[in-house]
T-cell receptor, first 116, second 117 residues
Framework: GGIITQTPKFLIGQEGQKLTLKCQQN?????MYWYRQDSGKGLRLIYY???????QKGDLSEGYDASREKKSSFSLTVTSAQKNEMAVFLC???????????????FGAGTRLSVL | AQKVTQTQTSISVMEKTTVTMDCVYE???????LFWYKQTASGEIVFLIR??????ENATEGHYSLNFQKPKSSIGLIITATQIEDSAVYFC??????????????FGLGTTLQVQP
């Protein structure tokens, strides 16, 4: 078994501020993901990374940067927080490969963002 | 584009009964993977069960099972002997191949299940 740790759990920012969210996993998984969850809109993919130092844009990458400096960690940066923005950011990881188990994602507990 | 649709916004059932949550999907892939996840009140998202499209048998995992109807592009989640602790939001998801062997999950909007005592 393993665990995905996201920090911080709660993040309050100011409009225009650059905010960084961190994610660590000890599954030794190759692929890591950042999803955003808004009320009523489900989960949408922001960025993903297949391996260390790899970065790929998802469906919602505008306004975000990401960094994968180590296999075990994946950071997400909100480049300029939007006023009244509220969302949950979820980090996930999965092993690589073609089988079903290799495509199963495991999630962290999330970071809840509020922008004043 | 691939798509996952959960038409039931919320369901309320009595404890110890069986509940089925619906999910239909769209894909052009000949081989694909379907998943159900549960999001608890704390926000934690937990993997429940997976169906591989090439398998004819419905997947089962504890008191969770799937009703996979491939011709209808349908993957229903069945929870038997429901418990209060099963109250949560349930998400259906499908893998979409991104590059090489790496996939991302496309999620439905979720079904909120409330189990009443």
């Amino acid at each position: 078994g393993g665990i995905i740790t996201q920090t911080p759990k709660f993040l309050i920012g100011q409009e225009g501020q650059k905010l960084t969210l961190k994610c660590q996993q000890n599954f030794n998984h190759d692929t890591m993901y950042w999803y955003r969850q808004d009320s009523g809109k489900g989960l949408r993919l922001i960025y993903y990374s297949i391996t260390e130092n790899d970065l790929q844009k998802g469906d919602l990458s505008e306004g975000y940067d990401a960094s994968r400096e180590k296999k075990s960690s994946f950071s997400l940066t909100v480049t300029s927080a939007q006023k009244n923005e509220m969302a949950v950011f979820l980090c996930a990881s999965s092993p690589s490969g073609t089988g079903g188990s290799q495509n199963t994602l495991y999630f962290g507990a999330g970071t809840r963002l509020s922008v004043l | 584009a691939q798509k996952v649709t959960q038409t039931q916004t919320s369901i309320s059932v009595m404890e110890k009964t069986t509940v089925t949550m619906d999910c239909v999907y769209e894909t052009r892939d000949s081989s694909y993977f379907l998943f159900w996840y549960k999001q608890t009140a704390s926000g934690e998202i937990v993997f429940l069960i997976r169906q591989d499209s090439y398998k004819k048998e419905n997947a089962t995992e504890g008191h969770y099972s799937l009703n996979f109807q491939k011709p209808k592009s349908s993957i229903g989640l069945i929870i038997t002997a429901t418990q209060i602790e099963d109250s949560a939001v349930y998400f259906c998801a499908m893998r979409e191949l991104i590059t090489g062997n790496t996939g991302k999950l496309i999620f439905g909007l979720g079904t909120t299940l409330q189990v009443q005592p």
